[in-house]
């Protein structure tokens, strides 16, 4: 059964950093496009960072030059790193897989989501 866990979340004020985490298990990591993506309150979930199996890395606009994804294939993590973080980050983060880069991906046909992780920006 694959489960994907996120952790790392919580409340910074305006400018900090927080780094998620989603530790991966029950399907083959590296065959896997990872990808982060995250829900305000009141408005669509939007995808934030991915990562294709290939390595290919995009970012959303808002995000691009603040956010780091990364992932450890031996540990079966992803992970974002997020600096300079501004109130508008303020959202549920949630980890996703797909066999498919995730961005390629109708989110509600994405194969797998994590639970999701809270993350507060006040300033």
């Known amino acids: 059964q694959a489960q994907l866990v996120e952790s790392g979340g919580g409340s910074v004020q305006t400018g900090g950093s927080l780094r998620l985490s989603c530790t991966v298990s029950?399907?083959?990591?590296?065959?896997?496009?990872m990808g982060w993506f995250r829900q305000a309150p009141g408005k669509e979930r939007e995808g934030v960072a991915a990562?294709?199996?290939?390595?290919?890395?995009t970012y959303a606009a808002s995000v691009k030059g603040r956010f780091t994804i990364s992932q450890d294939n031996a540990k079966n993590t992803l992970a974002l790193q997020m600096n300079s973080l501004e109130v508008e980050d303020t959202a549920i983060y949630y980890c996703?897989?797909?066999?498919?880069?995730?961005?390629?991906?109708?989110?509600?046909?994405?194969?797998?989501w994590g639970q999701g992780t809270q993350v507060t920006v006040s300033s």
């Open positions: 996703a897989a797909d066999i498919n880069p995730v961005f390629n991906v109708e989110e509600p046909f994405i194969e797998y």
């Open positions: 029950g399907f083959r990591f590296n065959d896997y496009c």
């Open positions: 990562i294709a199996s290939d390595g290919t890395i």
